[in-house]
């Protein structure tokens, strides 16, 4: 079935790194891709959006980067900090209103 | 502006009973989807709402159903509870057009013993 799947649950990295998150979508006809931040008791929190016809996208601290041949989508986060530690997940969104399909989430844990 | 609020943010049912749970998006979107959150399934889309039109359901029973008002405040209702409907009920708002990122609430925990 069509999914989208991150490659590790937890990411454990040390303050001041750069963090790579990455996540696996199976579905071609994905066009719209978002990064979410879930901090303990919250909602997901919007990090990041990019479109299909885009392959990188800035944000403050964050970078994301879409490669539509391998379908792989990834979250880079620069000089790490504490509070950044969180569940990120992955979402896409095929147009429309199919809504959004989550990945499981990786747990990014900041070493001090 | 104030986020997406979601009332109540704790609640606790015993099995059999029904449940609702209710979103108000921000203001001037009226768009609202509704997901659930579970450790085993993760999110899960259930519906989303649109001009108090449902435009699609996930993979879930009758059981879960949901409406939208004119002024784009939304509930859901759970039917019939069962303990593995236990979960983080998550509303999201966003703008009319599609590929907008969607803006969630805190959710409401619902525990069914």
């Known amino acids: 079935g069509e999914s989208v799947g991150l490659h590790l649950p937890t990411l454990s990295v040390q303050e001041g790194d750069n963090s790579i998150i990455n996540c696996a979508y199976s579905?071609?006809?994905?066009?719209?891709f978002i990064w979410y931040k879930q901090e303990s008791g919250k909602g997901p929190q919007f990090i990041i959006d990019?479109?299909?016809?885009?392959d990188k996208r800035q944000g403050q601290r964050v970078t994301v980067l879409l490669n539509k041949t391998v379908k792989h989508l990834s979250l880079q986060i620069a000089a790490t900090q504490p509070g950044d530690s969180a569940v990120y997940f992955c979402a896409e969104n095929r147009g429309g209103a199919d809504g959004l399909t989550f990945g499981k989430g990786t747990h990014l844990i900041i070493q001090p | 502006k104030a986020g997406v609020t979601q009332t109540p943010r704790y609640l606790i049912k015993t099995r059999g009973q029904q449940v609702t749970l209710s979103c108000s998006p921000i203001?001037?979107?009226?768009?609202v989807s509704w997901y659930q959150q579970t450790p085993g399934q993760g999110l899960q889309f259930l519906f989303e709402y649109f001009s108090e039109t449902q435009r699609n359901k996930g993979n879930f029973p009758g059981r879960f159903s949901g409406r939208q008002f004119s002024n784009s405040r939304s509930e859901m209702n759970v039917s019939t509870l069962e303990l593995g409907d236990s979960a983080l009920y998550l509303c999201?708002?966003?703008?009319?057009?599609?590929?907008?990122?969607?803006?969630f609430g805190s959710g409401t925990r619902l525990t069914v013993v």
């Open positions: 203001s001037g979107h009226r768009s």
């Open positions: 990019i479109r299909s016809n885009m």
């Open positions: 999201a708002s966003r703008r009319d057009s599609p590929n907008y990122g969607y803006t």
């Open positions: 579905n071609s006809a994905s066009d719209y």
